[in-house]
């Protein structure tokens, strides 16, 4: 250990980019991700416009990655691709790059760019190489990601909803935020959550609206309720949703 210590100092200081490549090669194939990476940090620049700079570039980018730095990782890797389009690591180049910002995607409460650039990425990956044997890796996290930002949007929706006619009409603003989920998102796992939650804001609608606006928005309820049972005839929120019908229902036929 203090002999490979010592070498490790002695390459710090060496002069000799070549001397300093080989060297980080070799940690790098050794999984020593975090010392190869000091290493070709100092490097990178000097092979500019060589053979060697390709490689170094792409072992950087991936020398963060392995040390789970997915947002250097993903600087590194695009700029590879981005430089070598047509290089010998392009299409790994590509995919790492995305799934790194997969993996960096943090939980609905927090910000969700690198969630929003992890699509990205994969899915020009998927457009650039749809028989890549990591395609099946690929749809999956952008699967995973659509349902994570599905579920922000449900849960602003939620927020509106529960806010009512505080300071104005929330529910419309509920509905406007499903609906553009849904739009976003058809495939996410949150889509029968989002479209029940239309009908109930637009069943709060109806009941807040003055006397003169009732009938028309008791309708849009009716419509409401019928995509949303037959979409999911069989949904846990059946009752719920077959209650809201029979009221909107009195109320149109009264009219």
Do not use: W
């Not at 000091?38 to 092979?47: M, N």
């Not at 020398?63 to 700029?79: E, F, I, R």
């Not at 609608?205 to 309720?225: G, L």
């Amino acid at each position: 250990m203090l002999s490979g210590c010592g070498e490790y100092q002695r390459v710090l200081k060496s002069s000799d980019p070549n001397v300093k490549y080989e060297y980080a090669k070799r940690l790098y194939d050794e999984g020593k991700y975090a010392q190869s990476a000091s290493i070709l940090q100092e490097i990178v620049s000097l092979f500019k416009g060589q053979e060697k700079a390709e490689e170094t570039l792409y072992m950087l980018g991936m020398c963060n990655y392995h040390t789970k730095d997915y947002l250097n990782s993903g600087a590194y890797l695009s700029t590879y691709y981005k430089r070598y389009p047509k290089g010998k690591y392009a299409e790994d180049a590509r995919y790492y790059s995305g799934y790194g910002y997969y993996l960096d995607s943090p939980d609905t409460q927090l910000d969700q760019s690198s969630t929003i650039r992890g699509i990205e990425e994969l899915t020009n990956f998927l457009e650039l190489y749809p028989t890549s044997a990591r395609v099946p890796d690929a749809q999956a996290a952008i699967f995973d990601m659509q349902d994570k930002l599905a579920l922000k949007q449900l849960q602003n929706a939620q927020l509106y909803y529960n806010l009512g006619t505080y300071l104005g009409n929330n529910y419309e603003s509920a509905v406007i935020v499903a609906q553009n989920a849904l739009k976003a998102y058809p495939y996410a796992k949150y889509k029968e959550q989002l479209e029940m939650l239309v009908l109930k804001s637009r069943f709060q609608e109806a009941e807040n609206s003055v006397a003169e606006k009732k009938a028309e928005r008791y309708a849009t309820v009716i419509d409401e309720y019928f995509s949303f049972i037959n979409n999911y005839p069989e949904s846990s929120y059946r009752s719920e949703a077959d209650n809201i019908y029979k009221i909107a229902s009195k109320h149109v036929t009264n009219d």
